[in-house]
């Protein structure tokens, strides 16, 4: 089964919308989790690194501001994509200890 | 940044095996080689890793050159569900926190 769980898996938003993304780490705690962007026919991009009870490290060209992460607790990761653009649409995937969630297809109209 | 290559596309027969190769010179002496597969519209899929030695398991196996610097996943009897795409990705342990940097990967077709 499912040891990284995200949520939603598909969202459609009007432009100017923020949305969240949740990433959670079943039956393990994760100090650390990952973030990647995935547009189509390309591979994954990373984005930034989500610690625990810390800042988060974003990847060069990766704006801190827009993508805000939070990781509060030791299962739980959440990615808000602030004020969305249609240029933000895209398959966003989150991972811990190796494990991948199933990712969440991000539409902005 | 990923420090691999591997062939964009590759074809494979059904119930033949399909080898994969990757490249990947400037691995440290610490880093592992992963594989995941990646089937479209889902996350990666994790199917074997190694440091130096071969490895098997139920999915796949991993056989790795013996100065590292490149490797092949072997998948013994290649079904249609094996259609996807192949990351070869080099990092050290995923329990230290180290990031995965994913190349590019190849598109394997398992043709009936």
């Known amino acids: 089964g499912a040891v990284v769980s995200q949520h939603p898996s598909r969202v459609i938003c009007k432009s100017g919308t923020s949305v969240k993304i949740e990433c959670r780490s079943l039956?393990?705690?994760?100090?650390?989790m990952f973030w990647y962007r995935q547009f189509p026919k390309q591979s994954l991009m990373l984005m930034a690194t989500s610690n625990e009870g810390s800042k988060a490290t974003y990847e060069q060209g990766v704006e801190k501001d827009k993508f805000l992460i939070n990781h509060a607790s030791l299962t739980l990761s959440t990615l808000t994509v602030t004020s969305a653009h249609p240029e933000d649409s895209s398959f966003y995937i989150c991972s811990a200890d190796g494990h991948f969630g199933d990712g969440t297809r991000l539409s902005i109209l | 940044d990923a420090k691999t290559t591997q062939p964009p596309s590759m074809d494979c027969a059904e119930g033949r095996a399909a080898n994969l190769p990757c490249n990947h010179s400037?691995?440290?002496?610490?880093?592992?080689v992963y594989w995941y597969r990646q089937i479209h519209s889902q996350g990666p899929q994790y199917i074997i890793h190694g440091l130096k030695n071969n490895e098997t398991n139920e999915m796949a196996s991993l056989i790795i050159t013996e100065d590292r610097k490149s490797s092949t996943l072997i998948l013994p009897h290649a079904t249609l569900r094996d259609t996807a795409v192949y990351y070869c990705i080099v990092s050290q342990l995923w329990n230290t926190g180290n990031q995965f940097y994913f190349g590019t990967g190849t598109s394997l077709t398992v043709i009936p």
């Open positions: 400037t691995i440290s002496g610490n880093e592992y």
């Open positions: 039956d393990f705690q994760a100090t650390t």
